[in-house]
Each structure stands twice: as structure tokens, then as C-alpha cells.
């Protein structure tokens, strides 16, 4: 009886030492309240639209109102002539993608880790951040500038005149280096932020001990780096069906559509060209359900590999 009467006793405890927390900081927990409320409205009310997917949606009748059809458009988009091709080109291009660029941003920040000095360290890091911040559409001008058949810079390294953006071979390493050569330098910044937090005494002990600059990336750096290499792999795996919708429209053409036809294309050609609203909902559906099942294997692996992970 003791022991229950202590129980409720601690648990009236942590209630009251909670209030008087909100009491003291309620600054702290007003500003908590604008992510909080902006991410119910902008998140899941929402979702509140996803039975579309079910239904044959009309405007004029509303959510409700509108027929209620089941799976159908499930199995049109799985019975579709260009599904497999879809998906083929989704998984391809964004499993080539996370391959080849994943880990550039590691390996940037390794090397910019080791730069002494400070200005050169700032110029180098400005040059890489930089493209970032050119919008999508520039970089896809550039992309057609630079390898026009007519005066483009690569053909004429190669002197030739071909004309890659109608070769459907040319599409995937396309789209996969200029991604590295616009994310790469932004990616490096979450990798530097934690080897910033080493303690510099490390390095120094490393040092008396003789390490070379290779033996302490590897037995110190590394090491630092393996959680957050972890969890950003599980955020990537997350979106793996999400490829670059920008860059991919901007860059199909009839002639590459063999490699460049993706998911997200489809949507959007169904959804807002085509009005087509449940069946490109349906769509949108199918993919972010196949993200969410990434997701959770890709959490559980890391889970019992490197026992990091979300949950």
C-alpha cells in the first residue's frame, strides 16, 4: 500500500515539476506551438484528401459526395502499358543516384575537414556550397547549353555532334552528375557540423602517437561520422521512388523517354495536365506507401547492423 501511496505521490511530482516548467519557459513552448500547429495544417489535414484515390472524384459533388470506386484506379495504374517501365525508371535512376552521390558529401567534407587554413577553407567551401543555390531550371539550361550538338562545349571537346539529349543512354548520367555537382558541397555541411565536434585533443594525441593524416581520417573521423552516415542513408532510402520531378520534365524528350519516364512525370502529366485527379492521387499513393515500407526495412537493418535508427 506503501508503495502504490509513493507511486502516485512521484507521479503528482512529475506533473507538478512539469507545469511549473511550462510556467517558467512558457516562452520557450509558445514558439514550439507555430512548427506544431503548422505542420497539422500543412501535413495532416491534408490527408484528409487521400480517399480521393478511392472514389471517382468530381469537384462539383466534393469528397463526399463523390462515387466511391475502390481499387480501380489501383488497377488501372498496375494494368497500364508504361507501368513496368515507370517503375523500372524510378528505381533505376534513383538507386544509381544515391550510389554514385552518397558518398561525394563524405568525402568532401573529410577533405575540407583537413584544410589548416582558414581562409582557403572558407573560399573552398563557398565554391562548393554555390551551386545549390541555382535554381533547377538554369542548371537544365546549362545542361543543354553545354551539350547542344551545335557548339556545345562537350561535343566540342570530343569534336562530334552528338546530340545526348535525344540519346535515352545519355539520360541517367545526365541527371546523376549534375545532382552530385549541385548537392554535393550543401551535403558536405551536416558531416562537417559533426566533426566539428570532435575533441581537438584527439588529434593531437593521434599525432604524438604517429598517426598520418590517413590513419586518423580513418580511426577518428570515420568512426565520428558513422551515426549521421547511418540516419542520412535511411532519410535517402525513404525517398528512393522521389526522384527530381523539376529536372526530369525539363529534360525529357520524346526521343529519351525510355530511360527519363519516371513516376513523378506521370503524376503530374495526370493530375494537372490530364485533370485526371483520383486516378494521379492513386498514383502519388502507390509511390509514398512504397517509401514508407523503404523506410522502415532500411530503419530496421541500420537498427540491427549499426544499432542507429529513427525508432
Known sequence: MKKRLSSQENGLVRKKSLSRRIRQHWQLYA????????????????????????RDYKPSRGFSGSEWVG?????????????????????????????????????LALAINQLRFKK??????????????????????????????????????????????????????MYILSGIWQEAGWGSIIYLATLSAVDPALYEAAKIDGASMFQRIRHIDI????????????????????????????LQTELNKATSDVIAVYVYEQGIVNAKYSYSTAVGLFNTVINIILLIAVNKISKKAADVSFV
Open 223 to 250: 568512426p565520428q561520422l558513422v551515426p549521421m552516415i547511418v540516419l542520412q542513408l535511411i532519410m535517402s532510402a525513404g525517398s528512393l521512388m522521389n526522384v527530381g520531378f523539376e529536372k526530369v520534365m525539363l
Open 31 to 54: 514558439l514550439l506551438l507555430v512548427p506544431i500547429v503548422l505542420t497539422i495544417i500543412y501535413k495532416y489535414i491534408p490527408m484528409y484528401g487521400i480517399q480521393i484515390a478511392f
Open 120 to 173: 582557403y577553407k572558407k573560399v573552398v567551401q563557398t565554391v562548393l556550397y554555390a551551386p545549390h543555390f541555382i535554381s533547377i531550371m538554369v542548371v537544365c539550361g546549362m545542361l543543354r547549353i553545354f551539350l547542344s550538338p551545335s557548339g556545345g562545349l562537350i561535343n566540342l571537346l570530343m569534336d562530334s555532334h552528338i546530340d545526348f539529349l535525344s540519346e535515352s543512354g545519355a539520360f541517367r548520367p
Open 71 to 107: 481499387f480501380e484506379w489501383f488497377e488501372r495504374l498496375f494494368t497500364a502499358p508504361n507501368f513496368k517501365r515507370m517503375v523500372k525508371n524510378t528505381v533505376l535512376l534513383s538507386f544509381w543516384s544515391l550510389v554514385c552521390s552518397f558518398p561525394v558529401p563524405i568525402i
